[in-house]
């Protein structure tokens, strides 16, 4: 085998998603060293459209640790959402209800924030790697990679964080017999839509109609994000504008309110899944991300769990680099999977209860109009809604 050159660090990361840049930030910024290795390169994963809320918890995260302030100066605080069913839109006031907000950003802005921040404080991230492989998780654990130069090294750390991605493999390395995979799939998909047209609301609609769900959400003053509930075996292709339109006006349009249109600039379909991995912890190396769980993009969770197991990650390793204890590090997993769980249930709760499953009988399909009801009409029920929708307290 050809040489290769010997690097040592204190935590490899693999994956310059936001989780494994996140954790490489906090790091640095206690005096921990890291090195981020990355599959893709930068500009592939800026040009990957990922949803866009985050939590109060999130920006707080993101501002406060010194990353940037572009989420508050150029975000949009949203102080609640509009649930829509029956023709009628329903406010839920999250600043009312919970005293929070949530911000419009969208997960590529909070990439290049990370990603120009860790260059600027002449972080180790290292794009365009490949052949990427972790050895001796039970001894010094190793991490052999060609960088995009095609040069052979060999990373040496003292832990390992698996940020790698819903089809991590990070995850694989830990021992079949022990782990679990939780698994759930959807009978739909999205149809995500981006188009040229003016807001059409203050706020984000989540619509249910006999039709199906749509999402009206935003992007820019002339850029729309939207999505409608689709087959998953959907191809974009057999999609006109003309067609599109149509879909979301008899989903969302009625008793007053109409959506603004304009030419659509890129379609896609997005399939989703509810996937848990446990332990995410496996000796040296840990899991954070959707390279431990993946939800459906309805809660907009995702991305604000990722940071979350980010945060608990790091207090555990800066715990242990301080006082030598491993006591936050041995119950990374559980303080993690606490949230992840919550955010699981939540997303699958607002994915049941806004789509429309092609083979809904009548009953099934007043129930859940009586659940949306039900919700609406309740000052527990919209509380509970906000709480979830805005973020729940940290771990502990
Ligand atoms: C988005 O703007 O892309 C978005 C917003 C809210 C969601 C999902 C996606 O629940």
């Not at 290292?126 to 492989?133: F, L």
């Not at 059409?200 to 939207?226: C, K, P, W």
Request: include cysteine.
């Amino acid at each position: 085998m050809a040489h290769r050159h010997v690097i040592n660090t204190q935590i490899a990361i693999l994956g310059a998603g936001p989780a494994g840049l996140m954790l490489s930030h906090l790091l640095a910024k206690a005096g921990i060293e890291s090195t981020v290795l990355e599959l893709r390169s930068h500009q592939e994963i800026a040009e990957t459209a990922r949803a866009g809320i985050l939590e109060h918890g999130s920006v707080k995260l993101l501002v406060d640790s010194g990353v940037s302030d572009r989420v508050v100066r150029n975000g949009d605080r949203h102080d609640g959402i509009e649930l829509r069913f029956n023709g009628e839109s329903h406010r839920i006031d999250f600043q009312d209800l919970v005293g929070e907000s949530v911000w419009l950003y969208p997960q590529t802005d909070v990439f290049l924030d990370l990603a120009g921040r860790r260059q600027a404080d002449g972080g180790d991230v290292r794009y365009s790697v490949t052949d990427t492989t972790v050895h001796d998780l039970e001894g010094e654990a190793k991490v052999w990679f060609t960088d995009a130069d095609g040069v052979d090294f060999e990373l040496r750390a003292d832990f390992v964080a698996g940020a790698d991605g819903s089809r991590s493999y990070c995850r694989s390395l830990i021992p079949e017999a022990q782990r679990k995979r939780y698994f759930h799939e959807y009978p739909f998909a999205w149809f995500g839509v981006l188009a040229e047209a003016p807001r059409s609301s203050e706020e984000l609609i989540y619509a249910n109609s006999d039709h199906g769900f749509a999402l009206i959400s935003q992007r820019t003053e002339t850029v729309q994000r939207m999505y409608f509930q689709c087959d998953p075996d959907e191809d974009v292709n057999n999609w006109s504008d003309e067609r599109i339109w149509e879909t979301f006006r008899s989903r969302v349009n009625g008793n007053g309110f109409e959506l603004k249109e304009g030419p659509v600039l890129d379609k896609t379909v997005l399939k989703f899944r509810s996937s848990v991995h446990t332990p995410m912890r496996h000796g040296k190396l840990f899991l954070a991300g959707d390279a431990a769980h993946t939800v459906p993009p309805t809660g907009a969770k995702g991305l604000n769990l990722a940071l979350n197991d980010v945060k608990v990650l790091f207090e555990g390793l800066d715990s242990f680099y301080q006082t030598g204890s491993t006591a936050l590090l041995d119950t990374y997993s559980s303080r993690a999977l606490d949230r992840v769980w919550k955010a699981q249930q939540f997303s699958y709760w607002m994915t049941s209860m806004l789509h429309t499953p092609a083979e809904a009988d009548d009953f099934q399909r007043a129930r859940q109009l009586g659940e949306l009801n039900a919700v609406v009409s309740s000052h527990h029920g919209r509380a509970y809604l906000a709480e979830a929708y805005t973020g729940w307290p940290g771990a502990r």
